[in-house]
Every structure is written in structure tokens, then in C-alpha cells.
């Protein structure tokens, strides 16, 4: 299977030419230019995270998506990811089939549980029911996706029998991946709902996570099902020298950790932390077209990946920067890392000059 290369933003309140930070409904407007350019670029899917906090302009991902369906062509649409335990599963499968017409047949889902918790008491759940409730959810979405009648019931919502969700699609399903941050329960899980697997890899070294591979390949057969695409999404920037890539970076990746780290406990990133995850063995895929290219296509050999997502805009990175940064992802990254897969160049993480 050719590589899928990818691009997901959260859409970071960024920093305006004034040095002032850009209302949250232009940051919105920026990520939909920011997606007709990556489908320009040749970029296969863009995704939009989900978030409700003021860092972050992105909290209804399928409006933007549908926007960008209208002036985009052939990129393929989707969420990194869609909160499935706040949300309503059927009410996902509406809004993402809607998407699905809208693009001709484009749209996609990645489920997660989500990594900021934000999202539970503004819509009224208990974080004590946070396993229960994605359990729950995820398999009556997963009842949904067949487009087939369906009869489920759950300890989370009231049963449903014989029940057909509007509107079908015409191709008769919508490609829907779960997010996981690197549990086996997590692994399994995908592996059992005959879902393709979406590693969030935003530390360490990423060939760390090819046990996980393993699991759901080895849980999939277990299951009775074929085989399915493995993809990794990981933050990442791209300029023309590596020297600039990372002085462009560091900052607003520092504001970013820093607000997180605050609101968890962590200890703030250093700079040295920063240049030891932009290194071979690391998680951040920063530098020159050539160096995350050589990064990705050893990450993708390493976990045998068939998408390779980069998240782009960490922190208030202003969006000149981020533009830059698609155009170099399409125009340099994307050709050279199929020119390095297709002659065997990569190598493992690790052993890769940085």
C-alpha cells in the first residue's frame, strides 16, 4: 500500500502580524486556507481535533469540514480526533455521513477518548464513567457504520430496535480509525471493531510503539478479521533549513507544553528537552524537507505504517509560518519520502543521521 502522507491541526490560537493573538473565528477561517492549500500540495487527508478551551478555535470540526469540502477537490476530510465519549454516536454517524455527500465521498472519522477532558462536564458526563462510556459508544457506532438496521443496547443510553440512521451513503460506509495514545486495552479494542488503528505518538521514540502494531495485528486474527491500515499522527514542522525549523518552532511549542504543564503537573520542557524529541530518536518531526522526510519514512518502515499524519501549528505559531510549512510538506516532504521508501533508503529510528 502507497504511504498516506497527512496533516492534522487543532487550531492553535495563533499570533498575528501585530504581535497581538488572532480572534478565535479567524483562527477558523485561517485553518480552511490552510486546508485548500495542503489539498494543492498534493496532501492526502487534513484532519481538525476537537477542543472546548480558549487555546484551541476548533470545537465542531464537521462545520470547518464541510466548509472546506466546498472549495477543495480531492484531499480527503476528517477529525483528529472526535470525542466519541461526549458525543452522541448517532449524531456522529449524521454529521459525518452529511460530510461524506458534501465531499463526494471524502469524509472520514477518528474516534478517540480524548486527551483534554474539557469536553465531559460541559456536556454533562462523569469522568468516572470515562472507560464505560467510549466502551459503550463506540460499539453502537460501530453497529451504525454497517448502515444496516440496527438493534444494540448499552448501559450508557436506551436501546435501540430495528432502528435506520439517516442519511446512508452512497458508497456504503465511511472509513473510521481509533485514536489510541499506546494502551494494549486501547489496541484491542480497534482490533475488535474492525477499525484502522491511529497511534498518537507525541513523545519519545516512536519505534517504542511497534509492539502496539503487533497486538492489533495479532488481535485482528484473532478475531477472524483482515488485515488493516496502521497509521501514527505527530507533531512536527517543516522549513527550509533545519537550523530555522527549529528556532521557528521552539517558542511557541515552549508556550504550548508550558500551559499543559502547568494545568497536569509536568515539569516545563527545556530547550534541550525539545531538541532531544526533534532528534533521530525523537517525536517531533522538525527541520528541512529532507530531514523529516528521512524521520518519516523510517518511522513508517519501523511501524508499518500506511498513514503518516503530521500535526502542524503548535502553539500560537503564526499562520505565514504555518503555510510555509504545508507548502514544503506537499511540494518537498511527500515526493521525497515515496522516492525513499521506494528504494529502500530509510532506516530505523535511531540510526538515522540527524
Known amino acids: 500500500m502507497t504511504l498516506e502522507l497527512a496533516l492534522d491541526t487543532f487550531g492553535d490560537v495563533t499570533l498575528a502580524p501585530d504581535g497581538q493573538m488572532k480572534p478565535q473565528d479567524q483562527v477558523i477561517r485561517d485553518v480552511v486556507e490552510q486546508a485548500v492549500l495542503a489539498d494543492q500540495t498534493g496532501v492526502d487527508f487534513i484532519g481538525l481535533g476537537e477542543h472546548h478551551r480558549d487555546d484551541f478555535a476548533i470545537s465542531a470540526p464537521e462545520v470547518i469540514l464541510g466548509a472546506i469540502a466546498a472549495k477543495t477537490t480531492r484531499i480527503r476530510l476528517g477529525t483528529a480526533v472526535t470525542v466519541l465519549s461526549s458525543d452522541d454516536p448517532i449524531r456522529v454517524f449524521q454529521r459525518f455521513s452529511t460530510l461524506h455527500a458534501l465531499s463526494q465521498g471524502r469524509a472520514e472519522v477518528i474516534l478517540g477518548r480524548g486527551s483534554f477532558t474539557e469536553s465531559f462536564p460541559l456536556f454533562g458526563f462523569d469522568l468516572r464513567d470515562y472507560e464505560v462510556l467510549f466502551d459503550d459508544k463506540l460499539s453502537l457506532l460501530a453497529e451504525l457504520l454497517t448502515e444496516e438496521p440496527v438493534t444494540w443496547s448499552g448501559r450508557t443510553r436506551p436501546p435501540l430496535r430495528d432502528q435506520v440512521v439517516h442519511p446512508r451513503t452512497e458508497s456504503g460506509g465511511i472509513r473510521t480509525w481509533v485514536g489510541v495514545g499506546g494502551s494494549p486495552e486501547s489496541v484491542v479494542r480497534a482490533a475488535r471493531h474492525r477499525m484502522p ?5 507525541i513523545g519519545g521514540e516512536p ?28 507533531p512536527g514542522h517543516v522549513a527550509d533549513t533545519d537550523e530555522q525549523a527549529i528556532e521557528e518552532a521552539w517558542p511557541h511549542h515552549r508556550v504550548l507544553h508550558g500551559r499543559i504543564a502547568a494545568e497536569r503537573g509536568w515539569s516545563p520542557m527545556t530547550r534541550s528537552d525539545f531538541e532531544a524529541q526533534v532528534g533521530p530518536r525523537g517525536a517531533l518531526y522538525v527541520g528541512s524537507p529532507e530531514t523529516v522526510a528521512r524521520k518519516i519514512a523510517a518511522t513508517s518502515r519501523a511501524l508499518g505504517l500506511s498513514r503518516f499524519t ?24 511527500i515526493p521525497r519520502v515515496r522516492e525513499l521508501l521506494a528504494d529502500g533508503a530509510s532506516q530505523p529510528p535511531g540510526t538515522m543521521a540527524p
Do not use: N, T
Not at 488503528?197 to 505518538?201: G, R, S, V
Not at 500535526?311 to 518537498?332: T, V, Y
Open 197 to 201: 488503528l491511529m497511534l498518537a505518538i
Open 207 to 234: 519505534a517504542r510503539f511497534a509492539p502496539f502494531v503487533d497486538l492489533y495485528h495479532r488481535a485482528l486474527g484473532e478475531f477472524g478479521h483482515d488485515s488493516l491500515p496502521v497509521g501514527c499522527h505527530c
Open 310 to 333: 503530521l500535526k502542524i501549528g503548535s502553539g500560537p505559531m503564526p499562520d505565514a509560518l504555518q503555510r510555509r510549512s504545508i507548502e514544503l510538506f506537499g511540494a518537498e516532504v
